[in-house]
């Protein structure tokens, strides 16, 4: 389904094919004693962010979901603040706007896309055609096996799945079904290896 990995792209993000999302930063030393390549820190403010960078202390990319982090502008200066400050690998993003800015700024650019029926789907394939992310999340992950034909058509950026996947038997059937990785915050999925 995923083209290979284009040089923005940073491909050991892909290598473990799980990306934690971290919802709490007491999270963090599980994906550090796991040698993962990044995390996405999902929700907390710039203050949980100076922590987890410098927890990380460069041995992991941060990425960080732009909508849901307080205390940072949603622009174009927010964005170069996250890459000068903080060193953030990239950004996570519902907004094409800001998609858009992080890719212009060197940053990994992810497009989080909600595929709720067919309606949302064919709009979130015109945004990826339009903006032209280095990857695209895609909610609910579940979703992945039963449009799989339809995204190896359609996609041609690395697809991450995430939400609702619980087990292992998810997670390989999710990749299974072509999606280059999947984000959990499940810290026992963490421990999967392809």
Do not use: C
Request: hydrophobic residues 45%.
């Amino acid at each position: 389904m995923s083209e290979p990995v284009a040089p923005a792209l940073p491909s050991a993000i892909f290598e473990r094919r799980v990306i934690p999302a971290l919802r709490n930063i007491s999270d963090l030393p599980v994906a550090l004693d796991l040698g993962l390549p990044a995390v996405i820190m999902l929700k907390g403010d710039i203050f949980e962010l100076e922590k987890l960078v410098n927890a990380a202390q460069n041995r992991l990319g941060v990425l960080v979901h732009i909508d849901l982090l307080e205390g940072i502008g949603r622009d174009k200066a927010g964005l170069a603040y996250l890459q000068r400050q903080f060193a953030v690998t990239g950004v996570v993003s519902t907004r094409t706007s800001l998609v858009k800015e992080a890719h212009s700024l060197g940053l990994l650019s992810i497009l989080r896309l909600f595929v709720l029926d067919s309606t949302a789907y064919s709009t979130g394939i015109h945004l990826v055609n339009s903006i032209n992310p280095d990857a695209v999340e895609m909610l609910p992950g579940v979703v992945v096996p039963y449009i799989k034909d339809q995204l190896t058509s359609d996609i041609k950026k690395p697809v991450i799945a995430s939400g609702l996947i619980r087990t292992t038997e998810t997670l390989r059937e999710v990749l299974a079904a072509g999606a280059s990785a999947v984000s959990t915050s499940k810290v026992d999925l963490w421990h999967y290896r392809p």
